[in-house]
């Protein structure tokens, strides 16, 4: 089974900077990872799949990059609505699987 | 607009069991998988199972395996998740969720969520 570990648990940032969050897959994946954001009583939204392609709606300011083992979350000038939990999930065809990894919430500094 | 609208919250007895609903619109049903996830309080997701509307084929998660049943009904574009011998680690948030794609893809959009309690 494909692991995902998500780094690090809890992310403080101040509101205008950016932050970074990671996703490490326990073997290679290529690009089949997407990341979703979580609001407080709210189902799971998707921002990115395919590791870098942006969801219809998602703003530029949320970008996704690598590939493997080793992904990223970036968000830039952070603003008041994208402090919430984030997620990684990996979708593998051979064999059919889908794992989450355990979440980053992110928090106002 | 694409809308998955999940049925109500459900309080059941431990060993009962438990159907939800999840009513697909704006698209067409049998296009695309169905996945089901799973949230119990405070916690992460995780994935129990998913459908193919088109043929019925099922794939369900180890842990679910033996206790969860994915079915549908193609004519009113509904997707059923029963989950079975409950227990009170089965109180949790049970989302469906829209592949992309037959096999395996990302999960969009998303139902609203369904709380089940599990309680003696």
């Known amino acids: 089974e494909i692991m995902m570990t998500q780094s690090p648990a809890t992310l403080s940032v101040s509101p205008g900077e950016t932050a970074t969050l990671s996703c490490r897959a326990s073997?290679?994946?290529?690009?089949?990872l997407a990341w979703y954001q979580q609001q407080p009583g709210q189902a799971p939204r998707l921002l990115i799949y395919?590791?870098?392609t942006r969801a219809t709606g998602i703003p530029a300011r949320f970008s996704g990059g690598g590939s493997g083992t080793e992904f990223t979350l970036t968000i830039s000038s952070l603003q008041s609505e994208d402090f919430a939990v984030y997620y990684c999930?990996?979708?593998?065809?051979?064999?059919?699987?889908?794992?989450f990894g355990q979440g980053t919430k992110l928090e106002i500094k | 607009q694409v809308q998955l609208v999940q049925s109500g919250a459900e309080v059941k007895k431990p060993g009962a069991s438990v159907k939800v609903s999840c009513k697909a619109s704006?698209?067409?049903?049998?296009?695309?998988?169905m996945h089901w996830v799973r949230q119990a309080p405070g916690q992460g997701l995780e994935w129990m199972g998913r459908?193919?509307?088109?043929?019925?084929?099922?794939k369900y998660a180890q842990n679910f395996q033996d206790r969860v049943t994915l079915t549908r009904d193609t004519s009113i574009s509904t997707a059923y998740m029963e989950l079975s011998s409950l227990t009170s680690d089965d109180t949790a948030f049970y989302y469906c969720?829209?592949?992309?794609?037959?096999?395996?893809?990302?999960?969009?959009?998303w139902g609203q969520g369904t709380l089940v309690t599990v309680s003696s």
């Open positions: 999930q990996q979708y593998s065809n051979w064999p059919e699987t889908y794992t």
């Open positions: 459908i193919n509307p088109y043929s019925g084929a099922t």
């Open positions: 704006g698209y067409s049903f049998s296009a695309y998988y």
């Open positions: 073997q290679s994946i290529t690009n089949n």
């Open positions: 969720a829209s592949g992309n794609d037959f096999g395996p893809t990302w999960l969009a959009p």
């Open positions: 395919e590791a870098s």
